[in-house]
Structures are given as C-alpha cells and as structure tokens.
Nanobody, 121 residues
Framework: QVQLVESGGGLVQAGDSLRLSCQAS????????MGWFRQAPGKEREFVAGISRSVYYVDSVKGRFTISRDNAKNTVYLQMNSLKPEDTAVYYC?????????????????WGQGTQVTVSS
C-alpha cells in the first residue's frame, strides 16, 4: 500500500508561483510512475503532468508547469509558474507501477488527499 501526502497548495494571485510536493511512503519510489491531476468545481478530474522515465504535460500547462522527482526523498514536485485563475482546482498526486506515462485517472491505483490551489484575478 502506497501512501501519498500532498502539500504546498494555497491562495495566490494571478502570475504568482507555487510548488506542490507529494511524498510517498514507499521505499521502491523509483519504480513508481507519478502523476498530477486536478479537479475544479463541477469539472471532471483531469491529467496535468506525469513523470516516469520521461515527462508529459497537458497542453494548457506546457511552458508554465514543471514536474520533477527526488527519488532520495521519495517525493515528486509540481512547480507552477505564471498561475492563472483557470488553474484553480484541487490538485491530486497519483502513483502506480507503470513502465511509462499514463494520463487517465482510472489507470492509477494510489492517490493523495488533494491540496487546494486557488488563483485570484
């Protein structure tokens, strides 16, 4: 059982930056494919970014968000720059034992509790 804990969300103004963190209680963290999803009110949960041996981003965040991982700390990060009001959502960390990038929420077995990101205009 993989436990995931997100942190770093908050209330910011448009144009500001946030760094989300997700720490896994898993000693084989390097074997996990990690993803970030977000869900806005009234919307379906959508893929934002993923990292395994490579990285992949949804078009709406390319050039603004960066996903990275520190295997020594069992942690994946999402650096979010130039935030926009439309980025407002609950952000979820997800993990599974994949060999590559996966973008569907039903492909991930393990999920964090979510962290709220609110971007004001």
């Amino acid at each position: 059982q993989v436990q995931l804990v997100e942190s770093g969300g908050g209330l910011v103004q448009a144009g500001d930056s946030l760094r989300l963190s997700c720490q896994a209680s898993e000693r084989t963290f390097s074997s996990l494919a990690m993803g970030w999803f977000r869900q806005a009110p009234g919307k379906e949960r959508e893929f934002v970014a993923g990292i395994s041996r490579s990285v992949y981003y949804v078009d709406s965040v390319k050039g603004r968000f960066t996903i990275s991982r520190d295997n020594a700390k069992n942690t994946v990060y999402l650096q979010m720059n130039s935030l926009k009001p439309e980025d407002t959502a609950v952000y979820y960390c997800a993990a599974d034992y994949f060999r590559g990038i996966r973008t569907r929420k039903d492909e991930y077995a393990y999920w964090g509790q979510g962290t709220q990101v609110t971007v004001s205009s």
